[in-house]
């Protein structure tokens, strides 16, 4: 990847390597060249993730993954070349607007020289790594344009087949081999009495023929049956599925806790614009006065029309739920810097973050205190709030191009 955007050098990624081993963390990168992967490997990493694309794997990267114990998880699922509707099966499992947006069989154009060699490469080194000794994992990126969560991680163990591995060899791939990869093995991977009762069942001999993978019949959740045709009911529904409203506190957060999570036990997340030359920023706790501190937001515009980036404070663990803000009138919260300023409102409802719940606010040099009432939250679209649908809250820094902005934030609260 670019210097400038997540790569590190050896020293930073093994300090972090270091820390996160002493706190009992595993750590996985996003690596996706020989360069990279012989640099984290180095570093200890336990995972390597996405693929080895632009050329095969040596002997000197094989020495130094087994040397430090590290596994490969190659995410083939995300680099196929997509031509065409996925399986049947999976059909059920996706949202009626992507079915709609997908293109016809048939219509997809060759993939261009690039993208076919760097096919080759990934496909290529699964089987190297593999017959190296090195433990390959399963993941898919899913999420990913045409890569569908649960069928995509199906359709990996078929990839994984086509590299070389057998089924069982597979299999195991995505189920013991991956749960020790992630030191979960005590729990998961394998059915023994104590761990966690997470079953698939399918017809056929998948482990002998791996397409068999795709016949689920009977899924348990912690021991529990889980029906998958409700599941493909409520995705084709056209009904958003009602999830639990949850009272708000009055107090989000002051930004006096040292563990990166709000006074409500949510965790703080930071957003860019999108693209490679996005709006690099950094977010850390600062000293205000004595022992009160706020938070420091600082970022560099990128060259591109309206860059921006954003802060968001979860009102829900994970930012799904909504949250009950009816008994308040608005936000609050201390703020001083050098930038343009909107206040957004993530809602349940409005799932596009292109016209989100949105009021800018002054920000100047000199603390002050802001309070943004609901009913000065706009949206572009002919919308009706409810102070009952608000999963988080975002305050976004804009700027001219290539300009420097900073923003310290404290005390963020509902006023009534």
Known sequence: MAASLTSMNLETLAAIVEDAHAANLKVVTHTVTLRGAKLAARAGVDILVHGIGDAEVDAELIEIMKSRGTSYVPTLAVYEFKSGNPAPRAWALIDPDVRNALRPAGTAGGAPPERQARWRNLTTNVRKLFEAGIAVGVGTDAGMPSTFHGYATLHEFELLVQCGLKPMEALRAGTSVSARAMGLDAQRGTIAPGKAADLVLVEGRPDERIADLMNTR?????????????????????????????????????????????????????????????????????????????????????????????????????????????????????????????????????????????AGFAVTPEWHTVQVPFAELKRRAASTWDSRDVRALLFELNGPARAGVWMELDNVRFYR
């Open 218 to 358: 009977r899924v348990f959740v912690n021991g529990v049956p889980f029906d998958p045709q409700q599941l493909e009911g409520a995705i084709q529904s056209r009904e958003q599925t009602a999830l639990p409203v949850r009272t708000a506190e009055a107090l989000v957060d002051d930004m006096e806790r040292t563990d990166g999570r709000t006074q409500i036990g949510t965790l703080r997340v930071n957003a860019t614009d999108a693209g490679i030359d996005h709006s690099p920023m950094l977010f850390h706790r600062i000293l205000r006065s004595g022992s009160d501190h706020v938070l420091l937001v600082q970022a560099t515009m990128a060259d591109k029309d309206r860059p921006y980036v954003r802060v968001e404070f979860p009102l829900t663990r994970g930012s799904i739920a909504p949250a009950d803000l009816s008994g308040f009138t608005g936000i609050q919260f201390d703020v001083r810097g050098e930038t343009e300023a909107r206040l957004l409102a993530a809602t349940y409802t409005n799932r596009t973050t292109a016209d989100p719940w949105a």
